[in-house]
């Protein structure tokens, strides 16, 4: 197994680009989630999804959206990137809601 | 809204101290989670709890529900358990389950 697979793992975007993180798990896991990790503050929820065709917005969730079309893949779109966007992003993926957690390898992501 | 709130922030030990991480939350939760991520790396599980008390070797965490209270407890402590240790609660917000983080503690373990 694979586990959870983030790609790319860095990336450089100018203001207003768009772009696609990508996150797969082969663990048939029906909880995913995406947060974002920035210095002093905790990991915080971006979007998740409970299984495929649902998803529902976290905690910081402007300026992202997501699908979720298959059980496997659960990708973060940045529809206008801005610096605030800058971060290490995380996709996390669990058998439930309230399982354990697996995380990917995160992407760190700048906005210039 | 749940707060979760971690103490050290910092926290420095010589190789072979017992180390404890402690935890509280705000709200009840369903399940405590515990974390390692070292530096410039990737995020590992390394208990979830609901109740009582989990051993994996050297790592021991508790949790009392009453009290909205985990600890981390690391015996033996070594410089290779240098890391930031993170916990979470999955709580009920709304009509699904939600994480909420601590801030984390990094840990150093001299030699």
């Known amino acids: 197994n694979a586990g959870v697979t983030q790609t790319p793992k860095f990336q450089v975007l100018k203001t207003g680009q768009s772009m696609t993180l990508q996150c797969a798990q082969d663990?048939?896991?029906?909880?995913m989630s995406w947060y974002r990790q920035d210095p002093g503050m905790g990991l915080r929820l971006i979007h998740y999804s409970v299984g495929a065709g649902i998803t529902d917005q976290g905690e910081v969730p402007n300026g992202y959206n997501v699908s979720r079309s298959t059980t496997e893949d659960f990708p973060l779109r940045l529809l206008s990137a801005a610096p605030s966007q800058t971060s290490v992003y995380f996709c996390?993926?669990?058998?439930?809601?309230?399982?354990?957690?697996?995380f990917g390898e995160g992407s760190r992501l700048t906005v210039l | 809204k749940n707060e979760v709130e971690q103490s050290p922030q910092n926290l420095t030990a010589q190789e072979g101290e017992f180390i404890t991480i402690n935890c509280s939350y705000s709200v009840g939760i369903s399940a405590l989670h515990w974390l390692q991520q070292h530096p410039g790396g990737g995020i590992v599980s390394l208990f979830m709890?609901?109740?009582g008390k989990k051993k994996h070797g050297r790592l021991i965490a508790t949790i009392n529900i009453q009290e909205k209270h985990s600890s981390l407890h690391i015996t033996a402590s070594h410089p290779r358990d240098s890391a930031v240790y993170i916990c979470a609660s999955s709580y009920l917000g709304g009509s699904n389950y939600k994480l909420t983080f601590g801030k984390g503690t990094l840990l150093t373990v001299n030699p």
């Open positions: 663990m048939n896991h029906e909880y």
């Open positions: 709890l609901s109740s």
């Open positions: 996390a993926s669990s058998v439930k809601n309230t399982g354990e957690l697996f």
